[in-house]
């Protein structure tokens, strides 16, 4: 398993921008795709994006496709969330999600951060 914290939530307008990152532990980093998944109050936790062990393959929501971008970094041990074109819609915790298989992480198996807080305002 790997160690993972998130960061860079915050407070934001709608139509704003935020960049998120997973900061990973462990020598492994690399063999493992990475996820991004939100909760919001009151509702399940959904999938947002992930991204294959070697950055090749990419995949998003419909609610985020052509607004964020996931991205990753093996030399930093650090997976990127860019946010662009916020909406009130898109507030919740986001989480970090790690595993070598994309389909244990969909079915929120792996390993997981403790989150962080994004919140966009109308």
């Known amino acids: 398993q790997v160690q993972l914290v998130e960061s860079g939530g915050g407070l934001v307008q709608a139509g704003g921008s935020l960049r998120l990152s997973c900061a990973a532990s462990?020598?492994?980093?690399?063999?493992?795709?990475m996820g991004w998944f939100r909760q919001a109050p009151g509702k399940e936790r959904e999938f947002v994006a992930a991204?294959?062990?070697?950055?090749?393959?990419?995949y998003y929501a419909d609610s985020v496709k052509g607004r964020f971008t996931i991205s990753r970094d093996n030399a930093k041990n650090t997976v990127y969330l860019q946010m662009n074109s916020l909406k009130p819609e898109d507030t919740a915790v986001y989480y970090c999600?790690?595993?070598?298989?994309?389909?244990?992480?969909?079915?929120?198996?792996?390993?997981w951060g403790q989150g962080t807080q994004v919140t966009v305002s109308s």
């Open positions: 999600a790690a595993d070598r298989r994309i389909a244990t992480m969909l079915n929120l198996g792996g390993s």
């Open positions: 462990g020598r492994t980093f690399s063999s493992y795709a």
């Open positions: 991204i294959s062990w070697s950055g090749g393959s990419t």
